[in-house]
């Protein structure tokens, strides 16, 4: 039901599904009037999978949906059907083992969500039924129930805003557990609907809400309530977003509200946006899978082999059929076809265990268990806002270790998204503070800057726009003593957006203070203390389109006024154009600083334009369908004609050592793309600051201020990208197309591009020739060094993203982001890292993994990425070493018993191979080594680039595993078999037979596979140490109590006293010893030339450091300390 839901309604964020009529209180509005009740459903939340009849069949198909699964399944019944030469327990034990690990993983942490659900479901709410209050179940609220919430609890479902105990008709909510924003925000309720504040009135009111159907943006709602009374007609009011209280929302510092549920259960916009797993798969598991194909091959060829060997064998009479096994009449009657298949059947099933079977399960334990070494990382701690990095899927620890391009946002991400108002031009003078105030407030004592001054009325005027373009909120402190003095000094500024209570605190320094909203009244305190008061009529809310806001108000004098901020490039071709110079050139030179801008514009209105505008409004909020749109044509009219007063410049500082985190990750060979909505000035600086651009860097543009005001833009563009790329070709002549690690040698490249020059390269008009430029524009973009893309929207970050993803070879790719325009790209990429910072949690819900700080980046990539893709490809590789080696004696076996099938390893031995003997040493190497300690890792980020383009699991490395494997699997056989040469290996002259020899094969093998993972092994624990002498401990253990007992339910006593017999003699531990020690001899060498490598090294590792101190590379100017000198490296 919740999938059909979230599919139905999550096909496009703007799709409407028709619209629902809501009786409030169930109370149709006419007796007369036929009423039919809607059916919707309850509010039971159902976030689990399962349920205890559709388990065990909903959980087996997807587990055998696996191909290696569904394999051993196909085996098992083989071994059921057909007369194999090894028992289906052999095959079923492991299936079974692997099927019931995962099926009781998956169904703990679903029992955890029914357990989540359970606490919500039972949760007690109070509704209003009959005027009075009644107590119920959270899940049995019904669309149409009046509820009521008390501070501090929780919204039980999507609510109309109806009443509150405040006499304004405002409450505050956080919804920090929908979007992570934990600022406070305000909601207000319907006009005609304040006074209803006890359960008697509220019971009283007869209403019908006509709203949209279910659909997950949190931010949009559309919607109009009509009020009936008697003898009087209905009154429509318009429901927005600021009227829906929303289910997981947070009631605050209001002692409670009614409200009417519109969306309950799974219709709720909380369980809408619910996310499920990350369905993006690493390119290990595109590597196993090409390994399974092959190991495969093998298995049939061994299979195909021994069939036809053993039917040319059979073809003299007397090995077909000697005088001691004669054949039955069934048997002699067969299909010769038939029984080949039998037979071929046979031998698939006696070499099956080529296949690792337990290798799914152990990659998926490893990867889970994993992951919460990244939780744990006391480094990634943050003790600001008390929390450590974030793990949302453990599918993708070791894409980590492969990552090529990284995509980051700016503001948030490599910003503190923390705003400090520094100065303001009006009217062409700056004010910028000094030591104390400015010159230009006269109002304040102290040190002064002169720069000319504004009159008086622009200034005021100017400071009055401050203190009323906003959606900036008061939050009370509590008074002491009963004293009011000073107690606007308690008081905090809340909002979410930081930039406006940078502006707010900044008109506060001189001398305009906001003292907060009241009956539609906002209040602000002049230079003179006097109290002014402006009715708030509207608000024309900031949208990314428009890249702006507006307010209008009504003075005392009955004058109405429209003031609005915004981006510079949004608000100059509104306003008289013989006004924009003089504030022009302080914008570009605070953005070349670093600062962000907005430009501060008014209009006088007359009453009979504010009548319209009044009248269009209320139109556009009363649709249903295309509100939207209807309110953004107006906005577009309302804001023209302005008169500019000014501009503002808010300082966002750099992340403490994002620039060094930046340096790393180049120096580690990733390529790093910045793609913001800033200003080109703004971020160009920042990527100097953060050192993603060097002094020596030559700067390519495609810029609207490159492109010119010519009519065909797209000529100019064209002419642009061809002398780019002649020129990067000049640079790049004998470049043979590898371009991803590159980059580093010569003349270093930057590329700037702003959104409406990639809008021409993207989709650019049906007569020009597209493809070719934008391939020309991809290829001059991957021989940069780094690309900074400005004035970007978020579809188009997503774009950018897609695109280097999908070109040749496929490079993985990175986002991180903070905010909720970073989550498409976030979502795009390969991995995506969320910031836990200022601009709420959509980024980090939406994510990956989530970190505290960008410099937490350096960490999580050079040292956990480059172990977990290490640990995971030894891994892999392992086992499939492991398992031929396991299999390989096993087909030499048969050319020495008649390709009879014979097993040469008892069902014993067979089945606990994997799950018991060998499985623990590997899980723990692939969790606790680090072949290189993390120090060394994290401070030489070069160490990255030796495991970069899936270094570990290429071909190469796949086939030396093989050969490996194959050559001790074939110094098992053929040394046990010289061995058996005499049979009589014990003084009294006993025969040691078949499964002697085979457990010594097997003795051999469990001890060369695990004594090769020690060799393997740097990072030595107590937890290596248990598992690998333990699991040796445990077969000697278990061989000596398997052959020690007769087994009553065994059919033959075969194994009986065969170990106890075997290591009584000594030439077998002498063969043994020997045995193991020729196989472990290439490895031993190879360590000792590992050893003698890696010292080496090191020693040269010294040496560099040493000079490297001698001759650092000099700090990077401060961003406040960067002047137009920097313009010099443009193109």
């Not at 009423?35 to 065990?56: H, M």
């Not at 080949?340 to 296949?355: A, Q, W």
Request: include cysteine; proline fraction near 3%; hydrophobic fraction near 40%.
């Amino acid at each position: 039901m919740f999938r059909w839901n979230l599919n139905r309604l999550c096909g496009g964020e703007e799709k409407r599904v028709g619209t629902r009529t809501v009786f409030v209180g169930h109370r149709h509005a006419s007796e007369t009037e036929a009423y039919v009740e809607q059916k919707y459903c309850d509010n039971r939340i159902i976030s689990s999978k399962y349920t205890v009849w559709n388990f065990l069949p909903k959980n087996l198909f997807e587990q055998f949906r696996r191909i290696a699964n569904f394999y051993f399944l196909i085996i098992f019944l083989v071994q059921v059907i057909v007369d194999t030469p090894t028992s289906p327990i052999t095959s079923g034990l492991p299936l079974f083992f692997v099927i019931t690990v995962t099926a009781i993983k998956q169904g703990y942490e679903d029992w955890l969500r029914h357990r989540a659900d359970s606490e919500v479901n039972k949760s007690s709410v109070f509704l209003v039924e009959n005027a009075k209050q009644v107590k119920k179940d959270s899940e049995k609220i019904k669309v149409g129930d009046i509820v009521e919430v008390k501070a501090d609890e929780t919204f039980p479902c999507d609510l109309i805003f109806l009443a509150s105990s405040n006499d304004d008709g405002t409450c505050y909510v956080t919804t920090a557990s929908l979007d992570g924003e934990s600022n406070f925000k305000t909601h207000y309720a319907v006009r005609d609907t304040t006074v209803l504040c006890t359960d008697k009135d509220i019971d009283s009111l007869t209403a019908t809400i006509e709203c949209e159907q279910p659909q997950p943006d949190l931010y949009k709602f559309v919607g109009r309530i009509n009020i009936y009374r008697s003898n009087q007609e209905p009154v429509a009011r318009s429901l927005g977003p600021e009227n829906l209280l929303l289910k997981g929302a947070t009631l605050k510092n209001t002692k409670k509200i009614y409200g009417v549920a519109v969306y309950t259960g799974m219709e709720t916009k909380m369980a809408l946006n619910y996310q499920g797993k990350s369905q993006k798969r690493s390119a290990v598991e595109k590597s196993i899978n090409a390994f399974l194909i092959v190991y495969l091959c093998i298995l049939l060829s061994k299979a195909t082999v021994c069939t036809t060997m053993k039917y040319i064998w059979q073809n003299n009479p007397f090995n077909d059929e000697p005088w001691y096994n004669q054949k039955t009449q069934k048997e002699r009657e067969t299909f010769k076809i038939l029984r080949m298949f039998t037979d071929f059947l046979s031998f698939m099933v006696l070499f099956n265990f080529i296949i690792p079977v337990s290798m799914y399960v152990t990659v998926e334990m490893q990867k889970f268990l994993g992951s919460f070494f990244i939780s744990w990382d006391k480094e990634m701690y943050d003790e600001e806002i008390r929390e450590g990095a974030l793990v949302n899927t453990s599918d993708l620890n070791e894409e980590l270790g492969q990552v090529e391009y990284v995509f980051t946002d700016k503001t948030g991400t490599l910003t503190e998204n923390s705003m400090k108002f520094i100065e303001c031009s009006i009217d062409g003078h700056k004010y910028k503070e000094g030591i104390s105030e400015v010159d230009g407030f006269s109002h304040t004592d102290g040190p002064r800057k002169y720069y000319g001054k504004a009159e008086k009325c622009r200034e005021e005027l100017f400071l009055r726009a401050l203190c009323l373009c906003h959606t900036v909120q008061i939050k009370e402190g509590d008074n002491v003593d009963g004293l009011m003095v000073h107690s606007e000094r308690r008081c905090t500024y809340i909002s979410s957006s930081p930039d406006e209570i940078a502006l707010v605190k900044g008109a506060k320094k001189y001398g305009f203070t906001f003292l907060g909203l009241e009956n539609d009244y906002m209040k602000v305190k002049n230079q003179k203390n006097e109290t002014e008061m402006y009715q708030l009529l509207h608000i024309l809310n900031f949208d990314p389109v428009r890249r702006r806001m507006s307010v209008i108000v009504r003075t005392s004098t009955g004058k109405f006024f429209l003031f609005c901020k915004g981006a510079d490039s949004s608000i100059f071709p509104r306003v008289q154009q013989d006004e924009i110079q003089q504030t022009k050139v302080h914008v570009e030179r605070n953005a070349m600083d670093g600062y962000r801008t907005l430009c501060v514009a008014f209009k006088e209105l007359t009453q009979d334009n504010y009548d319209k505008i009044d009248r269009q409004l209320d139109e556009a909020k009363m649709a249903l369908q295309d509100r939207e749109e209807k309110m953004a044509r107006i906005f577009d009219d309302i804001e023209t004609d302005m008169h500019l007063i000014g501009a503002t410049a808010v300082e966002d500082r750099l992340q403490e050592h994002a620039a060094e985190t930046i340096e790393a990750l180049q120096a580690a060979g990733m390529k790093i793309w910045v793609l913001t909505g800033d200003k080109m000035e703004t971020a160009k600086s920042t990527c100097y600051a953060s050192r993603l651009f060097q002094t020596n860097t030559e700067l390519l543009e495609l810029t609207t201020k490159t492109m010119g005001d010519s009519e065909r833009k797209e000529d100019r563009l064209h002419e642009l990208l061809l002398e780019y790329h002649k020129k990067l070709l000049q640079d790049f002549p004998k470049n043979k197309g590898n371009l991803k690690r590159s980059w580093t040698v010569g003349q270093e490249y930057g590329l700037i591009i702003d959104g409406s020059t990639l809008s021409l390269i993207l989709n650019p008009s049906q007569d020009s020739s597209s493809s070719h430029y934008k391939s020309i524009f991809l290829q001059i973009c991957l021989k940069c060094a780094a690309v900074l893309c400005c004035r970007m929207a978020p579809l188009q970050k997503a774009q950018i993203v897609r695109m280097v993803k999908n070109t040749k070879g496929n490079p993985i790719t990175l986002s991180v982001g903070d905010g909720a325009n970073d989550v498409s790209m976030i979502l795009e990429a390969h991995v995506g890292i969320g910031i836990k910072g200022k601009e709420g949690r959509q980024a980090a819900r939406n994510s990956d993994y989530a970190v505290p700080k960008f410099k937490h980046l350096r960490k999580l990539l050079l040292a956990h990425g480059h172990l977990y893709y290490v640990r995971i490809a030894h891994l892999v590789q392992y086992f499939f070493y492991k398992n031929l080696c396991f299999i390989l004696p096993q087909f030499l076996y048969q050319f020495f018993c008649g390709f009879s099938q014979q097993p040469l390893y008892d069902a014993a031995y067979l089945t606990m191979y994997n799950i018991c003997f060998t499985s623990l040493p590997i899980l723990a190497y692939s969790l606790l080594e680090q072949h290189i300690n993390i120090e060394t890792l994290t401070s030489d980020p070069r160490l990255y680039m030796k495991i970069s383009d899936n270094a570990m699991l290429q071909w190469k490395p796949f086939l030396y595993w093989t050969f490996l494997g194959a050559f001790e699997g074939l110094v098992f056989f053929f040394g046990v078999y010289f061995l058996f040469q005499n049979s009589s290996l014990e003084d009294n002259g006993k025969v040691f037979g078949n499964w002697t020899f085979g457990t010594i094969v097997f003795t051999i093998l469990v001890f060369t596979v695990t004594l090769k993972l020690a060799l393997d092994t740097r990072f030595w624990t107590w937890m290596n140490h248990f598992v690998i002498w333990g699991s040796l401990a445990f077969y000697v253990f278990f061989s000596f109590f398997w052959g020690g007992i007769i087994w009553p339910f065994l059919k033959q006593q075969r194994m009986y006293f065969v170990f106890a017999h075997m290591v009584m003699s000594v030439s077998t531990w002498l063969a043994i010893v020997l045995l193991i020690f020729i196989s472990l001899f290439p490895d031993i060498l190879l360590v000792v030339f590992k050893n003698a490598k890696r010292k080496n090294h090191q020693k040269k590792l010294s040496n560099r450091k040493e000079s490297d101190s001698l001759s650092s590379r000099p700090s990077v100017r401060p961003l406040l300390l960067r002047t137009f000198s920097d313009e010099s490296n443009v193109l």
